[in-house]
């Protein structure tokens, strides 16, 4: 009975893993969320009589709350756990458009977006894994996954001359640092950390971008884009 934890069940890529795995009945999937009832309720409405899945509430930038749901969590599994899936992110609308020059003009902005990005997207991860750690050790998979991005990858940043969304891809850059730390230490235990990106996948991010169709072509742009 392979047993996973994620977080950011609630919607998106988390609560797509949550469909795909607890489709095996053998499999115990906990999701951790902000709002339990609002997912408790689209699980009831989108995946009826999955009785393998288990919804827990935690900010995963409250340290008591993911002691709770660790707690929870080893009641829920019988104190192990399989597989550990780092999905929820802070992916930060601020910055996805410019940057990093043109950000760098609302320096005091520009900061709490950063810290936002590694307070949720690294901090919260590294106490996370230390706290599941007990749980991973005494599973027999014994596998703990983030969910990284292309953003973070420095060659593609230099060779595509990718220069959007800085904060985001600095904290998913410093988490895949994060990740070889915690192999580093772990894997004479059998523990198996790793980093996988989706690729890009429409979860709704880009919705506020402008219409294509909204755009007024005029001589300007067709000069431009010929
Ligand atoms: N979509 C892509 O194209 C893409 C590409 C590369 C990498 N990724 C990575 O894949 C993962 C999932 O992406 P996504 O597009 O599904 O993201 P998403 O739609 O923005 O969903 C983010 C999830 O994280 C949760 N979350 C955010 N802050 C949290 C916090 N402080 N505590 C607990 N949960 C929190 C959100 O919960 P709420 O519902 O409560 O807000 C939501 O469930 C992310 O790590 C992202 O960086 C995605």
């Known amino acids: 009975m392979p047993s996973y934890v994620i977080t950011g069940a609630s919607r998106g890529l988390g609560l797509e893993f949550v469909r795909q795995l607890s489709s095996d009945p053998s499999n ?16 009831a409405q989108e995946l009826p009589g999955r009785s393998n899945v288990h919804i827990l509430q935690a900010d ?3 340290y008591d709350a993911l ?3 660790v707690a929870a969590t080893a009641q ?7 597989y550990l899936i780092a999905n929820a992110a802070y992916v930060s609308e601020y910055d996805a458009y410019d940057p990093i020059g043109v ?3 609302n320096p005091k902005e520009l900061e709490e977006d950063l810290l936002k990005s590694f307070k949720v997207n690294v901090v919260s991860n590294v106490h996370l894994f230390n706290l599941y750690m007990p749980l991973i050790l005494k599973g027999n998979a014994k596998k703990v996954i983030s969910l990284s991005t292309g953003m973070a990858d420095l060659d593609s940043t230099n060779k595509f001359e ?12 410093a988490m895949n640092v994060a990740i070889g730390k915690f192999h580093a230490q772990y894997k004479k235990e059998g523990v198996l950390f790793m980093s ?3 690729g890009v996948s429409d979860t709704g991010h880009y919705n506020n971008g402008t219409n294509v169709s909204n755009v007024l ?5 067709i000069n431009y884009l010929g």
């Open 76 to 82: 829920i599994t019988g104190g192990a756990l399989d």
């Open 67 to 69: 002691k709770n749901a």
């Open 103 to 105: 950000l760098g003009n």
């Open 28 to 43: 115990t999937v906990v999701g951790l969320v902000r709002n339990k009832t609002a997912t408790q309720q689209a699980i």
């Open 162 to 173: 990718i220069q959007v969304a800085p904060g985001y891809a600095i904290s998913k850059a």
């Open 196 to 198: 996988i990106s989706p």
């Open 217 to 221: 072509i005029d001589n300007t742009l």
């Open 60 to 62: 995963i930038t409250d």
